[in-house]
């Protein structure tokens, strides 16, 4: 079946660790987005990549970072820059033109303990 | 100019009821407008989309009303369900330079009491 993975589904991280979040889509979709979504909130963009080996900040990108080796995967690391870091983490990956809805994964829901 | 604003924040409907959520964007460049359907612990899912040159699109139960010169789409619900109780995002992109870049309105709790 196609689609996207994420693990862990839920992830704990003491203060000052840094994490890291798989993604891997099987789609064959070129671009592949972080979003972070907190209560009330809606989803907010970290990071998306558009092709391989090439990734763009999106709106609150501080304290994470990714990377794009290969176009099926896109990983995204929580470092300890990040001071508020318990959130729902969603990946998702699209075609990337012309523009079609994204299709997500079911998420990472960090804990810091 | 990127904000997409999103009412209600939640709603109550009664089953066979319609549900009506809004959404209102200011940047023009945007021209591809989902919304997603979301429960609890899961992703969201596409449930319909639209561009801005119709008006309206209809999937069963679910339509999209677009207004291009009010900039503001709303998702209609009709003979609301149970099954329907979800977190509902609407969401727009701008087109080639950003690909589906996605900008997600705050979302709508929908509960349809049975």
């Known amino acids: 079946d196609g689609g996207i993975t994420q693990s862990p589904k839920y992830l704990f991280r003491k203060e000052g660790q840094n994490v890291t979040l798989s993604c891997e889509q099987n789609?064959?979709?070129?671009?592949m987005y972080w979003y972070r979504q907190d209560p009330g909130q809606g989803l907010r963009l970290i990071y998306y990549s558009q092709i391989v080996n090439d990734f763009q900040k999106g709106d609150i990108a501080e304290g994470y970072s990714v990377s794009r080796e290969k176009k099926e995967s896109f990983p995204l690391t929580v470092t300890s820059a990040q001071k508020n870091p318990t959130a729902f983490y969603l990946c998702?990956?699209?075609?990337?033109?012309?523009?079609?809805?994204?299709?997500f994964g079911q998420g990472t829901r960090l804990t810091v303990v | 100019q990127q904000q997409v604003k999103q009412s209600p924040q939640s709603l109550i409907v009664q089953k066979g009821g319609i549900s009506i959520i809004n959404c209102a964007y200011e940047?023009?460049?945007?021209?591809?407008f989902p919304w997603y359907q979301q429960f609890p612990g899961k992703g969201p899912a596409l449930l319909i989309a639209i561009r801005p040159d119709v008006s309206e699109k209809k999937e069963g139960r679910f339509t999209i009303s677009f207004n291009k010169s009010a900039k503001q789409f709303s998702l209609h619900i009709m003979d609301s369900q149970p099954g329907d109780s979800a977190t509902y995002f609407c969401a727009a992109s701008m087109g080639e330079t950003s690909g589906s870049r996605l900008t997600f309105g705050e979302g709508t709790q929908l509960t349809v009491n049975p």
């Open positions: 940047n023009t460049a945007f021209d591809y």
């Open positions: 789609l064959n979709h070129d671009a």
């Open positions: 998702a990956s699209s075609i990337d033109w012309p523009g079609l809805a994204a299709f």
